[in-house]
């Protein structure tokens, strides 16, 4: 059974006021954390999405409509994500560019998944999103981005080669994003014979580590692997730091931000992190990054994945003929979309097939692929 939306009359004729999608207009929302501790990933997903729809625009449009860009703060909050879903679906838009926190997508998720609207994440890996909305029969729900268990799969036998011998330790933040991914990481170790001295999770929002950094020394932990966020892992390096403690951290996909190495200050250089190859190596990424240059804006991160995911739904909704989420969805799942990115397909969970993962650096407050 589809969930109503009951609102009161006052509240429909302010959405009428200012936000409702209209006819003339293919309108996405950009769902993110416009603010809290990652809001640079939502400043990402919003000037990746804007620029998308000013290329298809300039090139005509789409079925000879404009896109529109809406943007939506869930400050990576679940219960922020599923009052902005409903907004969303309130306000009469039919395509969803977000979440980008797994803890916040999965929610939302469901409510979209009820009201027939197309969510496409750019940047949450957790499987549970795409594997529930596949159990359930949802076939509006997709991500263009890889999931926790390809990542983990990647990552841990690299892991085991370099650093199966040292003394490891994985932590994680509790999150569905962090601890999904600690979990994926921690699999794929001990399915290759490798145990970890310490497995814990620690509480997002301290700004106080110097007791997990302790715990770390006295397990004495070589190498960690961190499941979480860039602000977290910024201060516990930069708090180990002053302890004059040095191990090697890694982690996924969330410190591709510039201000992992503001907050880790000179303890983040030799950190290592998973990515997708960088789309701006990218051919297709040309005239993107040309916009990219007029605005001063550095696409990292998810930008380019945010940039993709518009045209994504742009080139679906093209395909199918129809601005019709099912419809583009279904579309989406049988065939390819030229995209910022390259070409991309999704399987029938709505995910993206066959993602690829480099191993980055960080080194002088920025990152580069690491070269062995």
């Known amino acids: 059974m589809k969930r109503r939306y009951a ?35 939502g400043e990402q997903l919003k000037h990746g999405a804007e620029l998308a729809a000013q290329a298809i625009n300039k090139n ?16 990576c909050d679940p219960k922020q994500a599923v009052a902005i879903a409903n907004r969303i679906i309130a306000e009469g838009i039919k395509f969803v560019d977000g979440h980008a926190c797994s803890g916040s997508s999965i929610p939302a998720s469901e409510v979209y998944a ?12 957790n499987p549970a999103m795409t594997e529930k909305a596949a159990e359930q029969g949802w076939s509006t729900i997709m991500r263009l981005y890889g999931r926790d268990d390809a990542q983990g799969k990647f990552i841990g036998p690299w892991i085991k080669q370099n650093y199966g011998t040292k003394k490891i330790g994985i932590l994680h933040d509790k999150s569905a994003y962090g601890k999904g991914l600690a979990d994926v990481v921690k699999a794929s170790l001990n399915g290759a014979g490798v145990k970890e001295v310490l497995y ?31 602000t977290e892992a910024g201060l516990i390096m930069r708090q180990a730091a002053d302890q004059n403690y040095k191990f090697q951290l890694m982690m996924g996909d969330s410190i591709a931000t510039p201000e992992f190495g503001a907050v880790a200050g000179p303890a983040a250089d030799g950190t290592l992190f998973t990515f997708p190859p960088d789309g701006r190596d990218s051919e297709a990424a040309k ?16 930008t380019l994945f945010s940039y993709a995911t518009v045209q994504a739904i742009a080139g679906g909704i093209d395909k199918a003929g129809s601005a019709d989420p099912k419809a583009v969805a279904k579309t989406l799942r049988s065939t390819s979309v030229d995209t910022v990115l390259g070409p991309v397909t999704f399987d029938e969970k709505g995910d993206i097939k066959d993602p690829k993962y480099n191993i980055n650096v960080w080194k002088g407050g920025t990152y580069s692929k690491l070269t062995q």
């Open 287 to 302: 005239g993107a990054l040309e916009q990219f240059k007029q605005i001063g804006f550095v696409p990292e991160g998810f």
């Open 60 to 75: 005509g449009g789409v079925n000879g409509k404009n896109v529109k860009i809406v943007i939506y703060d869930d400050a």
């Open 7 to 41: 609102y009161p009359l006052s509240v429909l004729a302010l959405l009428a006021g200012s936000g409702f999608a209209r006819a003339e207009d293919i309108t996405i929302a950009v769902a993110g954390p416009m603010t809290g501790a990652v809001a640079s990933i």
């Open 200 to 230: 814990e999770g620690i509480n997002a929002g301290e700004k106080d580590y110097k007791a997990v950094v302790n715990r770390l020394k006295s397990q004495g932990v070589e190498f960690l692997y961190f499941g979480g966020y860039h």
């Open 114 to 125: 009820e009201a027939d609207v197309l969510m496409m994440s750019p940047a949450s890996s």
